[in-house]
């Protein structure tokens, strides 16, 4: 079989998993874990099978006319290159994970044959996108992964936060999904083709008629589709949906597309040095805002999602200063580890019976209860600090190595200013990056109080795949080396410099954080936890006695604990009973590293308000304004049309009574009216 053949297959039978998923889910539900699994382990394997025979080699390109158009024509067409071959692997070893983990995660679910369809279909759109060798082709599956996204977070649709994070995640990136197909319309009609191997050769050529105004508007929809400033604020409320979907779209997937996008056609992003200057500002605001936040927040996986925010920087970061392998490479590392991380976030809700750190910083022996998600998410999180010699060690070197080489003038394809922004922010993100993953784990599993819930060992199918996923998390910044054949050649490596930046920054937040957690921890074991406490008093000085305001604090956030365990609608599946969540001040280090800052980092900087007040209250205010023209004054014609022919009907359904005598009547008054009209009219005239 020929390796395009295969190619075909690697989309085509996850998708036929879904349909018949769809189909047979209800009717015959022994065949719904088989329909989602193995599919898309077919998929995988087929992935990795054409990766091994396109080998970093030339790129394989195939195309069929798919339909005439009388102008640019649209193309069934392949394009495997290393990049291709490469994140196709990776999204089916995530997607088979995921697959494998939800039937465990999600066994007393009773949504669990549509949800199963579902991922299997997303994986199916992403595959699309990157084997998809025509833009019409791969937008095609660049929208199903959306509306995918939409039904996935709104998994538990019984709750208002799964409704309303499915709709600003879809809202949101079709906000950047309108300018991006105007740009995909507007590139394909300066190089005449949807196909990118005449687009690209069409940029080498100089053909490109408008470069900035067409890479801003691709650039538009990369933002929102890869959760970018300013259209990353879907991403942290798409939590919302069941924690393997997380792992899947925020890992593998939909996120990815964006930066996977943009590294396919980077010569029209680097056609424009101005639109590469704007993609490394958005690059670095991202990078350093994303970081801040993500140590301001309580629930697990919002720190999580934050850290994707600021990884997915990174890797624009790297497209910004003109690298492309090194942004690649970083998607598939960080694509790897993220993952892990999400799903063993998921074995500790399933374990603590809440999302809240500061609940779990007051339980004791979590670590001992799951020591499976103990080892992999701390070998996760030491790749996602940068610690060799893990992972994201090297793929987040080779990053600042391509800032550092465009900041210092050794390397032309991009602004000199594009450089020194990727590489401050970049070497920040590293620091903060580190501190809040030590924030993550102190508080995960080094809590004081309460034993924690034994509920015995968790499913093999979920703690499997965590050991699985940990081996790439380990050994893949090994590849470095030999990978760089599969991209454009360029090295992958580590130098000494940004070594030395990059992972003393990291070590300088690790020690910070960890200083300050047990200057908290101290603080606390002053004022002993109650169960119930009241938020508005200290124990042993009375219930109305006012607090401190560091115990405030505290008391509100064992509040908020409260409130995450209670409205999770994964707590609520977990088959197994938990303990109240206990009360009491939490040893957060993230509120002395931010000071200040906490509030506002907390809250995402209020960019969801600032939104409200730029655009929701005004398109709100004018659709009443619209609604009060329409009722009251449109309206008042069409009511006014209507009401003069019904008057005009009643005044002569009154003269229709029926009496014959009325008639003959009125006939001969009229008669004798009209007599006298003539008469008189003849006199008129005779006299002038």
Known sequence: MSTTTLAVLVPLLPFLG?????????????????LAILPTLGAAVLAVIVAVRQGGGPAISTATELTPTGSVPIDLSLYLDGFAVLVAVLVGLVATCVQLYSTAYLREDPRYPSYAALVSLFTSAMLLVVYSGDLMVLLVGWEVMGICSYFLVGHYWETEAARSASLKAFLVTKLGDVPFLIGLFALATDADSFQITKILGTVAAGGLDHPTLIALLLLAGVAGKSAQFPLHTWLPDAMAGPTPVSALIHAATMVAAGVYFVARLLPVFAASRAALVVMAVMAAVTMVGSAL?????????????????????????????GDRGAAVFHLLSHGVFKALLFLGAGVIIHAAGTNSLAAMSRMDGLTKRIPDAFWTMTIALLALAAIPPFAGFFSKEAVLVAAEQTATGHSDLAPSSAGWLV????????????????RLWLMAFRGRGAAAPDHGKEPVAMTGVLWLLAIPSVGFGLAAGPIADWFDGEQLTPTLVTSVLGTGAAVIGVMLTYALWQRAVARTATTPATAGAVPGAVPGTGAGAPQPAAVAAAASAATAAAESAAETPEVAEVTHDHPAVPAGPAPDPGRALLGPLHRHAADGFHLDAVYDRLFVRPVRA???????????????????????????????RRAQTGNVQSYLSALLAGAVVLAIATAVLANVNAGS
Do not use: C, H, N, W
């Open 293 to 321: 936040a993500a140590l301001a927040q309580d629930d697990i996986k919002r720190v999580l999602a934050y850290s994707t925010i600021g990884q997915l920087g990174y890797m624009t970061g790297a497209l910004a200063v």
């Open 423 to 438: 590489l401050v922010a970049g070497v920040l993100t590293a620091l903060l990056t580190a501190a809040y993953a030590t």
């Open 622 to 652: 004018a659709a009443s304004l619209v609604r009060f023209l329409d009722r009251e004054v449109v309206d008042t014609y069409v009511r006014g049309a209507g009401a003069g022919p019904r008057l005009l009907g009643s005044l002569v």
């Open 18 to 34: 879904a349909v018949a998923g769809l189909l047979f889910g209800r009717t015959a539900p022994g065949f719904v874990r088989p």
